[in-house]
Every structure is written in C-alpha cells, then in structure tokens.
C-alpha cells in the first residue's frame, strides 16, 4: 500500500526516535509547538487533549473510590512562601517564571507561577487539621505548572509548561502515610497497565535521589522503545518534615499535640508521552482501545453501483456498536480511496479497522483489521457489537506482550562496573545489580555515561540474597540497584 | 433550635447580604481567602470545588453531545498577540499579570497571564481550517485565567484569578454562526435551570456593550437575592471580524476563498457564586440535591440503650441508599448530638436529613426533612431508596419555585426616566421598558443610579409592540430593555 508522503511519517522509529517522535505528534494531530517567542510551549489539540482527559477521569475515579477530594490553589505562590520551603528542604530551587508586574504596576513581592504547590498549600491543610478526627486529608489538585528549564522540547515530555496532578495527605501514623504512599504507586502502576498498555517496573529511588525533604520516594519506571527509562509517576512518603515545618499537627485522643505523618504523589502527561513513544510505529500513532478516541474506524469500498448498499450497511453497523457505548466513526468521504482512508486512519491511531464492501455486503459479514499489526479476520454481521470487545482485548494484549517482552529483554544483570557500563552502552534498558546504598558507586556509572539509579525495587517485589556484595565496591549489598539511562 | 455560635452564619442574608455571603462560603467550607500578599486570590476548598465539577462535568457533556472538543491552550500569551488584538478590537485592553523574568534571566519579551484565550487560539484555528470540510470547528477549554483588577474580593464573582471555559468555534455561514451561538446560551440556561434551580433571563446585550469585535452579544442573566443582576454565561456571534483579523479562511466549494463566520462562549465559576447566592439562607448553605454532594444526611438518634439498634438500622439505610446511587453520609459521632448536628449539616447545604430513633426503628420509618424548609414527613423503611427520589424532586421544585417567584415579583415596567430610576431604587431587580437603542438613554439611568441595560430580549422570546417608543427620549423603540444594577 503506497504512502502519502505529505501525510504519513517519513521518519524512523528505530533509528532516529526522537525526530519520529515529534513528527507522530505533529502529524497524528496531537500537538502543536508554540509559536515564536513561547519556545518550550506546546499546544494540546483535541486529539491530544481527549488522551489526557481519559488519563485524568481513570485516575481521578481511582483517587475518588479512595477517599481523595479535589481542590484548586492559586496559580501564583509569593516568593517569600518558596524561600520558607527552600529554607526547609535543602535542595529544592525551581527555575520558575516570575510575575512583578499586576496591571500597569509593580508589584511589591513578585510572585512565582506555581512550578508545584505543596508551599501554599501545606499552610492551609495546616488551618484544616485540628484534631486526629480530621485525619486522614487528602487533597488533589489537577492543573498546569511551569518550570523554566532551557532544553530541547519534547511534547509532553520536556515543555516549561505542563499539565499533572498533585495529592497531598496528612495522616495519624508512620505507617498510615506508608499505606497511602504505596495506594498511590499501585494506582498509577495500574492505570499504566490497564489503561495504557504499558508495564512498569516499581520501586523506590536512592536515598540521595529522593523528592528534597522526602522520607521515601516511590517510582513506577517505563522503559521506552530507545532503550531509556522514564520516570513514570511519583509517590512521596515525607515523614514528619513538611508537617513540622508548616506546623501541621494535630491533637490526638489524649489532647496531646502530634506532628502529622504526610504524603505527595504526582503524574504528569508525560503518561500521554510515554503511550505514545511505546506502541506506536513508522505509520503513526498506535493506541490500545481502552483509549482511543475512535476505537472503530469503518471504511466503506463501494464502486458506484454499490455505493448505496454499502454505506447503507455500514450505517447500520455503525449504528449497532454505538448503542452498544463504542466509540465509531464512519470514513464515508467520497474525495479519497479506501487506500487513503486506511493510511490516515493508521497515522491517527485508531485500533480497529471495519473494511465493507460488496462481499461483506453479500455474505452478511464484516472484515475486521487490528493495527499494529494487520491482522485480518472476517466477523460475522450477526452480533458484531459483542464480537468486536474480543478484538479490542485482543489488541490491547498483542500491545501489552509486545511492551512487556521488550521490558523482559532488556533487564540484564551484571556484577562489575565494566560490565555494568557495557551492557547499558551496547543495549541501553535496565542492569540490575547488587548495590551497597553509597551515591559514589552511583557516579562511577553516571559520569561515563549518564546512566543512574532509577530505582530499588522493593524488598517484598524483589528480595536481595543475603550474602550479595556490591557489583562496583565489593562491600556488602543493601539494595537491588536498576541503573538506567533515564529522561 | 439552638444555633453554634462559632460554627454558625450571624449575618443576615436579607440586611448584609455581602458580609453574609462571605461567611457562608467560608463557614460551609467552600473557600478561603489567600494569604497576604495574594488579595485578590481564593483557596478553593473540596466542597466548594466539588461543586464546579458538578457544573463542568454538565456542561462538558453538552458540549461533547453537540460536537466540541476540549484542547488545552499556554498559560502564557506574547505581549505582541495581545496588542495585536488590541489593534483589531476597539476596546479591548485588559490589566493583567505579566511575566517578564525566566529564572534568572529577563525575558525578551513579556509574557501576559492569559486574561482569556483568542489571541492565541484564533492562530491555530487559522492554520487547521483549510477547506469548508474542516468546518464547523469547535474547540474549548477548561482553564484559569487572570485579569488584574482591583477590587474587593468576592469569592466566585470578584477574584483575580478564576476559573472558567472558553469556547471557540468557526462556522461557514453567519447562520450557522448564530445557531451555534443559540446552542450554547441554551446550554448554560439550561444548566442554571435544571442543575441549579436558578431561572434565567435571556437576551442579547445592547449594541454599545457588545463583547468588542463581535457581531452580537447574547446573555444569560440571574437576578441575585439583592436585586443585581449577575452576568450569568455569554456567547458571542463574532461575525467574520476576528476570522479577518487572525486569517481563519476556508477554501469553499468552488475553491474561492472565504472568511469563516466565528463565535465564542465562555461560563465562570461566578456560575458557582450565583448558587450559593441564590439559595442559601441564615443557616447557611442550601443547594439543590441535583449538585449537592451529599444528597442525605442521616442522624442518629440514640440513649445508650438504643444505640446499638438504631446505628444498625441507619447503616441498613445508608447502604441501601448508596446502592441507589444516592449520595449519602451517616454522621454516627459520638461526641456530637443531633442538635449539633443537624446545625452543622444545615450550615453545609445537605438537602434532605434523615432522622432515625428508636420510634422510626420500631415502626419501620424514617423522618425525613427537607431544607431549606424544615417540613417533615414520616416515609415507610420500605422502598426508601424509591421515596427519597420524590423527595429530592420535592426540594428542587421549592427552590425552583421560590427563585422563580422572585424574578417574576422584580420584573417590574416602567415608562419615563423617573420611574425607572424610582422603580430600581425602590425595588432593584429588572425594569423593562421600551427603549430607542440610542446609549445615551441608557446613560441617564446609569449615571445616577449605576444601572445599565443588562439585556433586551429576542424577537422571539418577546416582541415589541410596533408603535411602542422609547421611555426616556420619546421617539420610535426598536427594542425592549431590561435596566437593572449589575455585578
């Protein structure tokens, strides 16, 4: 089948991923980049948005079901209230973009557009936390921050602007605030896995890695298709850092005053990123069902003497999955072929293809096509609507056992340095290694090749042998170290 | 009934309405006001955003049922864009928030806050509409968005930063123009309407208070316990101005090209501070069970020797409620009684209470009592999760109805400037007379009285008689006003 040159991909997944990247999200109609003098920006189009809206309502139902309230804090935060969380969390210094001017005037404190909000909005689960009756609270925001970072954009990877959620809870114990961080990670490892298609490795980042302030930070990891993993989500465990230092405390069934036990967690749309770069392909976009904005494309073949019995059928089809609640759209344009039509269908994304003409017509059948990977089977006319669910599982399950082969492949263990360097530098992915906690046996990995910690899995996912030495200084192990290069 | 001094309003709706309001929408936990430094701004809290994602999740179905599509636009706008527009649209010149430092560095150019959207949205539609098959094309979205105006705070209707959607839309015609523009002020009357209990006015807005640059203004209007008139949502037929301004051409069928006709819409959260407004009472918060987030409060009314069976049979209720798909709370705490909380549950707007004591237990019952009004029946324990529905229905007609009534009393005639003016400062609410079109008989109720033509009605909804002349100068009236003072 010959591709439109104007419309289809003309770059190569394999070999030049990132330029492929920014030409899928262009021509899949996804995004945009910003127009001069707003370099780092990008703007979502619908076929952008409707991803990330569905991202947003699977996780905003799963933080719902678990007692999550949703609330809105200001876009701006004063400097002085980053400087008190400087001051508190060593470390912590966003780049951020600056307003000093309201109007026609300047104003007397310049005020930072939020590039994350827990300083303004700790002081406030300060005033609502009382006694331990208030506890646990837990509030989530969905909204747009900005981090003035000078690179390459990369939509929804790398912008000055993006778009995320970040929960913040306050909790009676240790262990409570414990439970609600691993909630988090198991929410976000499950809409990864059940939304998107991807599998993810967990764990926790390196003591000198974690989030300033943090007591533990939790990671769910996607390894992309250029062999580098991407931090997928975040979930903080904070102890009593933040809480004593924005005094939320509260008083517990004796009256005696206690320091709460607090949480941050946050994805980003870097998720959409992320789907993305995983499954699609050198004809475009490849979306699992659970997400795609059409999960149906019907493509009518008529000659002129049976266009009319054609696109009559394929209304009716049409008509049978969308009252069934499938998402459907009938290609009855006449300025383009069918070839076109599966061309741009493809680069759109769409996972499932009904291909009607005369013979279907005639045998009471349907031609069903999967993308990626063509497959071609005829259904029945009679129950199509029940019948195309198996398919939409189908395809979700070639996506998945393709993501989650590649994600087998590429962890590799080794046990020296030398190893550890080559088997990144040949392969890129995971090397998973025994490790003795000590950030310089980090860097004699980091400095050669940008390769780090992206995190220790577990002791309950993954447990260490109890005599294993660490593979660079030979002293004993304490964790299982997954280096990685990473986004 | 004893009332909670602390927990409880003690300003009075009918003679501080303002100071009232202010205390109901922090007393109920819908909002607080920002820190120092940032007046101007408001903490939404869960309760009270929970209510605007009632409103958005409304609307965003409408939209999506009639063919739009939500994107997502930056944050920021170039100072050129806005002075662009500025050129193309008399009248259009903003205060708002500028950014002019990136981290360290000063920016080249500034980067406004976006006050609202087109002047960077009109661009994108210009490059994605092509061909007349690219058309209607309708994009909105869901943001904040700042202006820089100084004035008293009033939560959800004076805030520097607030939330809203805008929507844009480009059509072939003038009347495919003016039918999309019809579709969305139907959309926002109808979510007041039957979301809100909140009746509406509807009309278009005087030729000299148009939107700048649009062809014509429509409005819908609510009238506020205190006899302003509130603003409520607006769209705007543009015409082909800001489609020649930003280049949004089509090519037609015959490959001539031609200007696409655009329109614009766009509702507040001061949608949410209409509600509030609207309803509630000396209380506190009263909504309708359509938005309400908790549709059921139950309480229990126990002695130590009841309490056993009177917590089981309420928890039989809640359940069986819940799996109705109710939205329902049981307040079981023991360190309250009922009289507390049924305060607490009135001051935060629940609509219907359960009361459940050994009575209701032994006969099979429950008390159930409306609010705002406080009538009380007794309902068999069977069938409940029924019942309750008619309940609900009950509640949201007597709101309705009291609104309806109060709009309908303060619609009021008038026919000379001295009777409008002693008509409005008598009663507030809405004078209608006939008028000229002619500002400057708009001008003598304004200056004395700050009242200003809020709308004049469509042919349709309401003719004028044909020799009907303008109340103020006398000479031949093309249309009816609606004078009224105004948020």
Redesign the interface.
């Known amino acids: 089948m010959s591709k439109n040159q104007e419309l289809g991909i003309t770059e190569s997944k394999e070999h030049n991923t990132g330029e492929w990247y920014a030409e899928v999200v262009q021509k899949a109609g996804l995004a945009?980049y910003?127009?001069e003098?707003?370099s780092g920006?990008?703007?979502?189009?619908?076929r952008g948005?409707?991803l990330?809206?569905s991202i947003q309502q699977n996780l905003d139902a799963k933080f719902k079901k678990t007692g999550v309230?949703?609330?809105?804090?200001?876009?701006?935060i004063?400097e002085?209230y980053l400087e008190r969380e400087k001051d508190i969390v060593e470390g912590f210094d966003p780049?951020?973009?600056?307003?000093?001017?309201?109007?026609?005037d300047e104003l007397?404190?310049?005020?930072a557009?939020r590039p994350t909000s827990e300083s303004?909005i700790a002081?406030?689960m300060a005033?609502?936390v009382r006694s331990h009756?208030d506890l646990p609270l837990r509030?989530n925001q969905w909204?747009?921050v900005?981090r003035?970072?000078?690179t390459d954009t990369k939509p929804f990877f790398r912008t000055?602007?993006f778009?995320w959620q970040e929960g913040h809870t306050a909790h009676e114990t240790h262990d409570d605030a414990w439970e609600e961080t691993i909630t988090r990670l198991d929410q976000y490892q499950s809409m990864y896995e059940d939304l998107l298609a991807i599998p993810v490795l967990r764990g926790q980042k390196p003591d000198h890695d974690k989030f300033p302030g943090a007591h533990t930070t939790t990671t769910v990891e996607a390894l992309m298709p250029d062999g580098k993993s991407v931090q997928a989500g975040t979930s903080h465990h904070l102890g009593t850092s933040f809480a004593e230092a924005f005094d939320i405390t509260y008083s517990d069934e004796d009256d005696e005053i206690q320091a709460a036990h607090t949480t941050s967690w946050g994805l980003s749309w870097r998720s959409l990123g992320a789907l993305i770069m995983t499954h699609s392909d050198d004809q475009g976009l490849v979306l699992p069902p659970t997400i795609a904005p059409e999960q149906v494309v019907i493509v009518p073949i008529w000659q002129e003497d049976t266009q009319e019995e054609v696109l009559s059928y394929a209304e009716g089809v049409k008509k049978e999955l969308e009252d069934a609640g499938i998402r459907v759209e009938l290609d009855a344009?006449e300025?383009h072929n069918p070839g076109f039509k599966f061309n741009e269908w493809e680069l759109k994304g769409v996972p499932v293809r009904f291909e009607i003409g005369p013979y279907e017509v005639a045998d009471e059948e349907i031609t069903v096509v999967h993308r990626p990977d063509g497959e071609s089977t005829k259904e029945d006319r009679d129950g199509i609507a029940e019948a195309v669910i198996d398919h939409f599982d189908e395809v979700y399950a070639k996506l998945y056992a393709t993501a989650e082969e590649n994600l087998a492949e590429n962890v590799r263990e080794a046990d020296s340095r030398e190893e550890i360097l080559g088997t990144i530098g040949q392969h890129g992915g995971y090397v998973k290694t025994p490790w003795c906690g000590d950030e310089s046996c980090e860097d004699v990995i980091k400095e050669p090749l940008s390769a780090e910690i992206v995190m220790c899995p577990f002791d309950d996912d993954e447990a260490l042998d109890d005599d294993a030495v660490c593979s660079i200084c030979g002293e004993q192990a304490t964790q299982t170290a997954y280096f990685a290069k990473n986004y």
């Open positions: 945009n910003a127009p003098g707003m920006f990008i703007i979502t189009r619908p948005y409707a990330w809206e309230q949703n609330a809105y804090f200001p876009l701006f004063p002085s780049e951020v973009a600056w307003v000093t001017h309201g109007g026609h007397e404190e310049r005020l557009v303004i002081p406030y005033q609502w009756r509030v909204a747009s900005v003035w970072e000078a000055k602007e778009l344009r300025q």
